[in-house]
């Protein structure tokens, strides 16, 4: 169930899952260091922790999940930055809203907006790279 190829939405999201986690060590752990520890600002921060978890997540994902050979190498990460951007976007914005608007902590909300940008993430990925009217794969 963890390593054989398949296309079945509730494996590849459990294996999601669990690269998520990895990403997530890495992206949190670059947040707490720069934000808590360095005294960057908390939204700078927040974009240096994302693109190293992003990193991290293609790396992994494309062994473990989304398996395949692509047309193009350059497309297929120029793809998951573009998701991955829009991503971003909602993390930013929702760290903004729970932190500014709603007086919640900085690493809480960014524990919230993880949760968030993940499904994001998985589903935009398998839509819009990895499914029949979007596939970015070589046929085999």
Same mark, same amino acid.
């Given at each position: ?7 079945? @939405?509730?494996?590849?999201? %459990? ?38 978890? +992003?990193? +991290? ?8 999940? %989304? ?6 190498? @350059? ?38 907006? +993880? ?26």
């Amino acid at each position: 169930m963890l390593i054989e190829k398949t296309n079945n @939405t509730f494996v590849q999201l %459990f294996r999601y899952g669990f690269v998520a986690v990895g990403a997530f060590a890495v992206d949190y752990g670059v947040y707490f260091l720069l934000s808590y520890i360095m005294g960057v600002q908390y939204l700078v921060a927040a974009l240096a922790g994302f693109l190293m978890g +992003t990193a +991290t997540n293609y790396l992994i994902s494309k062994y473990l999940v %989304f398996q395949g050979e692509p047309k193009s190498r @350059t497309f297929e990460v120029l793809l998951v930055f573009l998701i991955s951007g829009v991503g971003l976007l909602w993390l930013e914005l929702g760290l903004y809203a729970l932190t500014e608007i709603y007086g919640i902590h900085y690493l809480l909300s960014k524990l919230i907006m +993880t949760g968030v940008v993940f499904l994001w993430n998985f589903f935009a990925r398998k839509l819009f790279m990895y499914s029949r009217f979007f596939n970015i794969l070589k046929e085999d």
